[in-house]
């Protein structure tokens, strides 16, 4: 038996996390066990490692190298279980996003990130990825009132103009996985394209 993986992924301010608790319940009325998660996170020590990578500034390579240590414990201890029974795990990101912030906007090596997702990952891959996408613009406007901006909520627009591209361009290359869903339109339309593409899975 084997579930199913699905993550989300967008800019900061893209507005995915609003979707969440709405797929959960769509999925768990389809009947599904579902375990909602985010990165980086998503067990005890990967939630220790996120204060550590939100807050902290680093090099680029120990925020890639951080991020793929919270993801190895997070897959061993419950990605990989909970699709091993058959639940459906539902991931506020994932390795995506290490493409579109180190690699696109902070400009870590492909290869590194490559071998690395490699190693922890071999070859588990999300079977779905919903990309949240809005203009930089758009973003920039959403953040601006945010209360407490972590690190990467207070870059400015060229980094989030990278992360849009890189995540656009990985959304080409994987066509089969990614649904991007246009989340400039009013929150009522991007909630019904949301519930489309999950009641095709
Ligand atoms: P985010 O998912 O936006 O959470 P919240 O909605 O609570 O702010 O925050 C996670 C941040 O971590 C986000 O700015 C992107 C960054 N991140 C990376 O840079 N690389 C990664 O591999 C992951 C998973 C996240």
Redesign the pocket.
Known sequence: MTGKFITLEGM?GAG??THISHIIQRLEAQGHEVVST???GGTALGEKL?EL??HESMHAET?TLL?FAA?REHIHQLIAPALARGAYVLS????D??Y???CGAKQVELAKIQLLEQWVQADLQPDITLLFDVPVEVSLSRLATARAP?K??RENAEFFTRIRHTYLQRAKENPARFRVIDADKPLEVVKKSVEDIISTL
Do not use: G, I
């Open positions: 900061d995915k996390s985010r990165e980086p996120r990578l939100l925020e991020m993801r506020d990101r994932f390795t996003a290490t579109a912030y180190q972590d990467f909520e």
